[in-house]
């Protein structure tokens, strides 16, 4: 079980590129500052669990680097580790061809062996929590039965949740297409956030938790598939994903903007000063590095939230920023109509034959499930004139 404390401490280095000798030396490091050593490591099953949230390479920033796997690998293994298994369950169907093609496409194939082993096992546990929201839930039987979790997260933008680093990428041991049904049960992204601390804070109560960040290639924009590459060269590790979170959202000027870290505070599971999180390595809160993250479109409008409910809830429907098919690059897939919680998505067949997507918007949630998980990037946004002009 996890020790990690409302101060728990935040290791942050430089790190340039994803040469494996020199992520193992990073990593090796950062493990011996926070107090990770064999005792917890040795004889343990430990769980990989990288953002494969789809097929996309590595290139792109959207997914876990393979040469972060290898060297995770390396050390638990240098750690005295039973086993190491790689395991998450990207947005879509969970089965063996599904993870096949993100194994391969992401380069996790490349790094796994006899050593380091691809889940293949495509079951789940029922899992009772005394969470604000969630109180019983589904989670992948590889995570359920691990010893020791650690969280392979990246530094991106988020278009719902407006940062994806270490809470958000646990929502992945929920298993398949069960995500879009809690995208459903919570719309909101306040009961979405809350949803997403339960999953963490279940995780850090019951497992040895290890939190490692990937921000040698971010993202930014229209995260956390669609958005652009960006150069960082950071990396960060943490034992709670609430601390590593923000110091990631100061990193990335998003400060007291990230709707999961209020939740997380609320309950003490993190400061939400981020000075007040002692920081290990290069730098200290003071020097701590920044970035300008373009945001995703979808922030256009959010302010809305904060007005009272007479505006908030009716005026936030009418201006908040709305997914929006691209005519000229949508293929008609179906893709976006599979991963659609509200099923407000359909295929039309035009007068010229091609196949094309319509959003029926009465019941859209602007969860951006579609625009996340469309593999061609035919899904954009639509902002009101007013809330254009006002950005």
């Known amino acids: 079980m996890s020790d990690f404390n409302k101060n728990a401490p935040v290791y942050l280095s430089h790190c340039p590129n994803y040469d494996i000798p020199a992520l193992v030396t990073q990593i090796k490091t950062a493990f011996e500052a926070l107090k990770i050593t064999d005792e917890l490591i040795a004889g343990k099953r430990v769980l990989l669990k990288p953002n494969l949230v789809m097929a996309k390479k590595p290139e792109f920033g959207a997914t876990s680097h393979p040469a972060f796997m290898e060297a995770l690998t390396e050390v638990c293994f240098d750690l005295g580790a039973a086993s190491v298994t790689l395991a998450d369950s990207p947005g879509g169907p969970y089965n063996a061809a599904a993870l096949a093609l993100v194994y391969r496409t992401c380069g996790m194939d490349s790094v796994a062996d006899k050593r380091m082993v691809l889940n293949q096992d495509f079951t789940w546990q029922t899992v009772n929590t005394p969470g604000v929201k969630l109180k019983s839930f589904h989670?992948?039987?590889?995570?359920?039965?691990?010893?020791?979790?650690?969280?392979?997260?990246?530094?991106?933008?988020?278009?719902?949740?407006?940062?994806?680093?270490?809470?958000?990428?646990?929502?992945?041991?929920?298993?398949?297409?069960?995500?879009?049904?809690?995208?459903?049960?919570?719309?909101?992204?306040?009961?979405?956030?809350?949803?997403?601390?339960?999953?963490?804070?279940?995780?850090?109560?019951?497992?040895?938790?290890?939190?490692?960040?990937?921000?040698?290639?971010?993202?930014?924009?229209?995260?956390?598939?669609?958005?652009?590459?960006?150069?960082?060269?950071?990396?960060?590790?943490?034992r709670s994903p609430f601390a590593l979170d923000v110091i990631a959202e100061h990193i990335m000027k998003l400060d007291g903007r990230i709707i999961h870290l209020d939740c997380a505070a609320k309950r003490g599971l993190v400061s939400r000063d981020y000075g007040d999180i002692p920081l290990l390595g290069q730098w200290d809160s003071v020097s701590c590095p920044q970035f300008d993250f373009q945001p995703p479109d979808t922030e256009a409008g959010k302010f809305l939230r904060n007005l009272p409910d007479f505006m908030g809830g009716h005026l936030a429907k009418l201006f908040e920023t709305k997914p929006e098919i691209l005519k000229n690059k949508c293929i008609g897939c179906g893709k976006c109509v599979t991963s659609c919680p509200m099923h407000t998505i359909t295929i039309k067949q035009k007068k010229d034959g091609r196949k094309?997507?319509?959003?029926?918007?009465?019941?859209?949630?602007?969860?951006?499930?579609?625009?996340?998980?469309?593999?061609?990037?035919?899904v954009g946004t639509k902002q009101n004139p007013l809330i254009k002009l006002i950005h």
């Not at 319509?358 to 593999?375: F, G, S």
Request: negative net charge; charged residues 20%.
């Open 139 to 238: 989670i992948l039987t590889a995570v359920q039965q691990a010893d020791v979790v650690i969280d392979v997260c990246k530094l991106k933008t988020h278009s719902l949740t407006g940062m994806s680093c270490a809470v958000k990428n646990l929502f992945g041991i929920i298993p398949g297409v069960e995500k879009f049904e809690m995208h459903s049960s919570y719309p909101q992204v306040p009961d979405f956030s809350e949803m997403l601390v339960d999953l963490a804070e279940y995780l850090v109560n019951s497992k040895t938790f290890i939190a490692v960040c990937d921000g040698v290639l971010s993202m930014e924009g229209n995260g956390p598939t669609h958005g652009v590459p960006k150069k960082t060269d950071l990396f960060l590790a943490s």
């Open 356 to 378: 094309r997507a319509v959003i029926h918007r009465k019941d859209c949630i602007r969860c951006y499930c579609c625009q996340e998980l469309c593999p061609i990037g035919a």
